[in-house]
């Protein structure tokens, strides 16, 4: 079977019934031997034990963005190609690109307050997650409020792809600002920053939150799916009492 | 395991991910569960989609 064959609703559901048990068990275990070398780590000379937070709030942090390039993937796809299977995935990562975004900002600013002494400053790296943020609750109401399911799709694809232009800005604002916010320290030139004791930890529990991301969001495409044969059955319906 | 003195913050960051994760895992299930009902009470009903039909013909 070809990669373009699995772009059928009809198979990409036959698919995702046989992957997302497997899925979901991969990511348990992940996780299980994520958190235990986590909660493990030494802590750090500096910040002490609140290093901690980083393997939670540094994955979450990854993962908003990558669920935002997951949608604007998507939103080409829906807007070139108008393909069906495009839209439900973009529909179904932005929910789930929302919630670790939202654990981003929420455990970047619990790591913050012993750290820099303040839960929040507007600086350039805290404010565009924040503007990311806003901007998935923006595409989450054009999906879930438009009276027309197409239209709604089509705008929300389009924002998106403007809101694509922040992705790079959260990226290089520390590089660009002077930010509270630490420069990277992991994906940089010249290597990683961080000790090795404290970075495979890390960079497990980044390949947990990753699986879990993937899990969910598989889940809710499935869900979508159906949803649109709801929808398409009971227009069939209407369709039919009125004759 | 010793969490010092910022243990509040450490736990309740992983107590908002725990929460956060858990609430949006239960709502994906919940949600395949309703579909599921409802496309099957639509089936019992004998309502079908168009491209189900074409299949039949």
Same mark, same amino acid.
């Given at each position: 079977?070809?990669?373009?064959?699995?772009?059928?609703?009809?198979?990409?559901?036959?698919?995702?019934?046989?992957?997302?048990?497997?899925?979901?068990?991969?990511?348990?275990?992940?996780?299980?031997?994520?958190?235990?070398?986590?909660?493990?780590?030494?802590?750090?000379?500096?910040?002490?034990?609140?290093?901690?937070?980083?393997?939670?709030?540094?994955?979450?942090?990854?993962?908003?963005?990558?669920?935002?390039?997951?949608? +604007? =993937?998507?939103?080409?796809? %829906? $807007?070139?190609?108008?393909?069906?299977?495009?839209?439900?995935? @973009?529909? #179904?990562?932005? *929910?789930?690109?929302?919630?670790?975004?939202?654990?981003?900002?929420?455990?970047?600013?619990?790591?913050?307050?012993?750290?820099?002494?303040?839960?929040?400053?507007?600086?350039?790296?805290?404010?565009?997650?924040?503007?990311?943020?806003?901007?998935?609750?923006?595409?989450?109401?054009?999906?879930?409020?438009?009276?027309?399911?197409?239209?709604?799709?089509?705008?929300?694809?389009?924002?998106?792809?403007?809101?694509?232009?922040?992705?790079?800005?959260?990226?290089? +604002? =520390?590089?660009?600002?002077? %930010? $509270?916010?630490?420069?990277?320290?992991?994906?940089?030139?010249? @290597?990683? #920053?961080?000790? *090795?004791?404290?970075?495979?930890?890390?960079?497990?529990?980044?390949?947990?939150?990753?699986?879990?991301?993937?899990?969910?969001?598989?889940?809710?495409?499935r869900n979508?799916?159906l949803r649109?044969r709801v929808?398409?059955?009971?227009?069939?319906?209407?369709?039919?009492?009125?004759? | 395991?010793?969490?010092?003195?910022?243990?509040?913050?450490?736990?309740?960051?992983?107590?908002?991910?725990?929460?956060?994760?858990?609430?949006?895992?239960?709502?994906?299930?919940?949600d395949y569960s309703a579909q599921r009902r409802i496309l099957g009470d639509?089936e019992?009903?004998?309502?079908?989609?168009?491209?189900?039909?074409?299949?039949?013909?």
């Amino acid at each position: 079977m070809a990669i373009i064959d699995l772009a059928n609703p009809t198979r990409f559901l036959t698919l995702v019934n046989r992957v997302l048990p497997w899925l979901a068990a991969i990511t348990i275990a992940l996780f299980a031997v994520g958190l235990v070398r986590a909660l493990h780590a030494p802590d750090d000379y500096q910040q002490g034990a609140t290093v901690k937070i980083m393997f939670i709030h540094v994955p979450a942090a990854w993962l908003s963005m990558m669920g935002w390039g997951v949608m +604007s =993937v998507a939103a080409l796809g %829906t $807007l070139v190609w108008r393909h069906p299977l495009a839209d439900v995935a @973009g529909k #179904a990562a932005a *929910p789930v690109g929302a919630a670790f975004t939202f654990i981003c900002l929420v455990t970047g600013s619990l790591w913050g307050r012993p750290t820099w002494g303040t839960y929040w400053v507007w600086d350039a790296r805290l404010t565009s997650v924040l503007v990311m943020f806003l901007l998935y609750l923006g595409v989450l109401a054009l999906y879930w409020t438009a009276e027309d399911p197409g239209r709604g799709s089509r705008a929300a694809a389009v924002l998106t792809l403007v809101g694509a232009v922040n992705i790079p800005i959260i990226k290089f +604002s =520390v590089d660009w600002w002077n %930010t $509270l916010h630490q420069p990277a320290s992991i994906m940089r030139m010249g @290597g990683s #920053a961080i000790d *090795p004791s404290i970075l495979w930890p890390l960079l497990f529990m980044a390949v947990a939150f990753t699986f879990l991301f993937f899990t969910l969001h598989f889940a809710a495409m499935r869900n979508e799916i159906l949803r649109r044969r709801v929808r398409s059955m009971r227009i069939m319906q209407a369709q039919e009492a009125r004759a | 395991m010793n969490l010092g003195p910022h243990a509040d913050f450490i736990v309740a960051a992983y107590a908002v991910t725990v929460f956060v994760v858990a609430g949006l895992a239960a709502w994906v299930v919940l949600d395949y569960s309703a579909q599921r009902r409802i496309l099957g009470d639509l089936e019992e009903r004998g309502v079908t989609r168009r491209s189900q039909r074409k299949d039949d013909q």
